[in-house]
Nanobody, 122 residues
């Protein structure tokens, strides 16, 4: 059973930046596509970004395009989410997840990390 552990969350002012990391525990990391999702209080979990196993393809939610960047280092078994120009509406718990498929629906991702809180506030 793979373990995914997110880190890097915290409190940041509007307009600031954060980089989230998600480390995987197994050796099969490079064979999976990875995604980032987020869930704000009282809202459904929503897609943020995804990256293919090779790093050669990415996808983003419209709300974060141009502000967030997803990347991965297969040697370190880690996926990253660089977040810039943060807004209060980006406040949420951020989760990483992995899949053998490709999509924006949470149910397409069988494995999840516990999440890391990101709060954007002055």
């Amino acid at each position: 059973q793979v373990q995914l552990v997110e880190s890097g969350g915290g409190l940041v002012q509007p307009g600031g930046s954060l980089r989230l990391s998600c480390a995987a525990s197994d050796r099969l990391f490079s064979g999976y596509n990875m995604g980032w999702f987020r869930q704000a209080p009282g809202k459904e979990r929503e897609f943020v970004a995804a990256i293919r196993w090779s790093g050669g393809g990415t996808d983003y939610a419209d709300s974060v395009k141009g502000r967030f960047a997803i990347s991965r280092d297969n040697a370190k078994k880690t996926v990253y989410l660089q977040m810039s120009s943060l807004k209060s509406e980006d406040t949420a718990v951020y989760y990483c997840a992995r899949t053998t498929g490709w999509g924006k629906v949470p149910t397409e991702y069988p494995s999840w990390g516990p999440g890391t809180q990101v709060t954007v506030s002055s």
